[in-house]
């Protein structure tokens, strides 16, 4: 009966009720803040000039800002691959149905660790280590991915058909071999989808990352706004924003592709 | 070959799964399996493959080099090796579906394949040629490249049928080998394995009475989890009903030509 319940008008008091509470807690948390609607939608007009300043593109600067790019882009290739290697072997660490508890519980906690830390705190420490430049960025960037790769690939292969599984078992195959035959092939496909929509992720984050430690598009459009050059911003501005559709396009064209040649429909 | 004495297997909350199994299959057997569904079964053969572990009981197999294996205290290494002389085609099948059919056929013999070699170069030619043979054995070669969700019910019973071939065991246990069978094909898997049996031995689960009766060498029944049958594989029709409970006594049983049985209980997965 509880499946015909969900469809009578109870439903709809539910919604409209927990519209009026999240309203009601909006109000109120503008409130606390200050946030002044009516100053803000002012200063978003009055200042209109600002806009036109940006359109006026420095295109002299194009060839700089596709250079700083492709450093922000190289720096996401390079920390994708590298999350992807390490990530895979913490999630077989971190599996239920292959690793041991004390195996488990470790490589389960510090991924948890990990995505509990903002991906900025981790830059930092790496520069404090590093100095500023394309390693800390890339660093930062890896273990950002590996937290939530390895979960994924950790749930993944706990998902994994336990009778393929005890198949390769009875037939003598060893623990090895029964990830090499029943899991990677299970779970290879969303492990590469993965890694590619995780390497467009990471174009967008080197950006600001990439910023922080002083290296590609984002050091130079902070760069740009702290001499207050708004046709270098401008240029900056849209570099990226190509950039990232690009690379946007690319992912979703590549995982297109390894769907129907990974045969999962 | 194999000697299964007094196997038990109660579960945690008291529940006899299994209660006092004793049997043994000798070379050159070909012993069927019937029970009603839920009889344990399945379970018997995955206490015999050490997949379950019994509560008490022993499972002693002897492979071909002559030495005889207790599998029930054997560590997860010595199994590997005792397993390599067994071949298994599972109920559920248990296909690996996203690898091609010879490649699950190929599976069939990691027991005798060093890890190591497994991850550097995987299978050799030869084995791709030996599992292409054991596919024709089941007129399967033609899907050789399909990836295995790709096939039919019988199509990858099949392929788990020549996985078990492929790996020249000493040895076979057959889960329900044929259930999802058409006829013609059912009586070709039955001969092919009546044929394995004159060299090695089988013990497979059947629901089919009449293909038992007729291909079969003996039949134990297992009901409740006890051995309630042992010998000859033409079982009488008041056996059968007995064996099968109360439903099936108001179903007709007729024999024909005073021989085989029709096939009166329906296959259950
Ligand atoms: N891991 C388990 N935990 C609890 N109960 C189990 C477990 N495995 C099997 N059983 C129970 O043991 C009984 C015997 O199961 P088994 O699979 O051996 O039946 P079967 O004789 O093969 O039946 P079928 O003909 O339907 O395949 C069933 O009642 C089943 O529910
Ligand atoms: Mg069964």
Not at chain 1, 140 to 157: E, Q, T, V
Not at chain 2, 119 to 132: I, K, P, S, V
Not at chain 2, 249 to 266: F, R
């Amino acid at each position: 009966m509880s499946v015909l319940s969900e469809y009578s008008p109870k439903r709809y008091l539910k919604v409209s009720l927990f519209l009026t509470v999240m309203a009601i807690a909006v109000y109120f948390a503008m409130k606390a803040c200050r946030v002044d609607l009516a100053s803000m939608f002012e200063s978003l007009f009055t200042n209109g000039d600002v806009y036109l300043r940006f359109i006026d593109l420095d295109w002299s600067t194009l060839w700089h800002m596709v250079k700083a790019a492709a450093v922000t882009v190289l720096l996401a290739a390079l920390a994708t691959p590298l999350a992807a290697c390490l990530s895979i072997i913490v999630a077989i660490a971190g599996a239920r149905n292959i690793s041991k508890p004390w195996f488990r519980l470790p490589a389960r906690i510090s991924l948890g660790l990990e995505r509990a830390l903002p991906d900025t705190v981790v830059l930092f420490v790496f520069i404090a280590a590093f100095g500023l430049g394309v390693f800390p960025a890339v660093f930062a960037l890896a273990l950002g991915s590996l937290g939530m790769l390895g979960k994924l690939w950790a749930d993944g292969i706990e998902e994994v058909d336990d009778k393929s599984l005890e198949a390769i078992r009875a037939n003598g195959g060893s623990l090895w071999q029964s990830i090499r035959y029943g899991i990677i092939p299970q779970v290879m496909p969303a492990i590469i989808s993965n890694s590619i929509f995780r390497f467009e992720v990471n174009v967008r984050a080197a950006t600001v990352l990439g910023g922080l430690a002083g290296v590609g598009i984002g050091y130079e459009l902070s760069r740009a706004y702290s001499l207050l050059e708004y046709g270098r911003m401008g240029m900056a501005i849209l570099v990226i924003v190509v950039v990232v559709h690009l690379c946007e396009r690319f992912s979703g064209f590549a995982r297109g592709k390894l769907l129907i040649s990974g045969g999962l429909e | 070959m194999l000697r299964v004495q007094d196997l038990c297997k109660t579960l945690p909350n008291g529940r006899k799964l299994l209660n006092g199994i004793s049997f043994s299959v000798e070379k050159g057997e070909f012993v069927g399996l019937l029970g009603p569904s839920g009889a344990g079964k399945s379970l018997t053969l995955r206490c015999v493959l050490g997949l379950t572990s019994a509560t008490s009981g022993s499972v002693d197999f002897e492979s071909p080099d002559g030495n005889t294996h207790s599998i029930c205290d054997l560590r997860q290494n010595q199994l590997r090796r005792v397993r390599c002389h067994i071949g298994v085609i599972f109920q559920g099948l248990n296909l690996v579906q996203q690898l091609t059919v010879l490649e699950n056929v190929m599976i069939g013999k990691l027991g005798c394949i060093h890890p190591l070699r497994s991850w550097l170069y995987g299978f050799t030619d030869r084995e791709a040629r030996e599992a292409f043979e054991a596919l024709k054995e089941v007129n399967m070669e033609s899907f050789a490249e399909r990836r295995a969700y790709s096939l039919s019910g019988g199509e990858m019973q099949r392929v788990a049928i020549a996985r078990a071939t492929f790996q020249k065991p000493s040895f076979y246990l057959a889960d329900e080998p044929v259930s999802n069978l058409d006829p013609k094909n059912a009586k070709a898997i039955m001969k092919i394995l009546a044929q394995l049996a004159k060299k090695t031995s089988v013990l497979g689960v059947f629901h089919q009475p009449d293909l038992i009766a007729k291909y079969c060498t003996r039949v134990i029944a297992i009901k409740g989890g006890e051995v309630v049958y042992n010998g000859d594989p033409k079982i009488s029709p008041r056996k059968l009903a007995d064996i099968y409970g109360d439903e099936l006594q108001e179903l007709e049983i007729s024999q024909q030509n005073g021989q085989e049985l029709k096939q009166m209980v329906p296959a259950t997965g």
